[in-house]
């Protein structure tokens, strides 16, 4: 994700001092920094969990917590139409 940034540098004594962003701006850069944070989260908790952990996909963990029915009862389904 690109963020388009128009910067305002305060400057004192010829050298950057503060930067001015819109909040539109800052909001953006706030949330590309929270996605950040939280990939490195993730990729903590893989290497701590170690190579032998269970992974579930999103339609397991929906199955499992009996959230949708198994992909082919929904394609027989999507088939009758």
Same mark, same amino acid.
């Given at each position: 994700?690109?963020?388009?940034? $128009? /910067?305002?540098?305060?400057?004192?004594? @010829?050298?950057?001092?503060?930067?001015?962003?819109? +909040?539109?701006?800052?909001?953006?850069?706030?949330?590309?920094?929270?996605?950040?944070?939280?990939?490195?989260?993730?990729?903590?908790?893989?290497?701590?969990?170690? /190579?032998?952990? /269970?992974? +579930?996909?999103?339609?397991?963990? $929906?199955?499992?917590? @009996?959230?949708?029915? /198994?992909?082919?009862?929904?394609?027989?389904?999507? @088939?009758?139409?």
């Amino acid at each position: 994700m690109m963020i388009n940034l $128009r /910067p305002q540098i305060l400057k004192k004594n @010829g050298r950057g001092q503060f930067v001015i962003l819109s +909040y539109k701006e800052f909001l953006a850069i706030q949330e590309v920094l929270e996605d950040a944070d939280d990939v490195l989260a993730l990729q903590q908790a893989r290497e701590e969990e170690g /190579p032998s952990s /269970p992974r +579930y996909s999103l339609e397991e963990v $929906r199955m499992r917590l @009996g959230l949708s029915k /198994p992909r082919k009862a929904r394609k027989q389904r999507a @088939g009758r139409r």
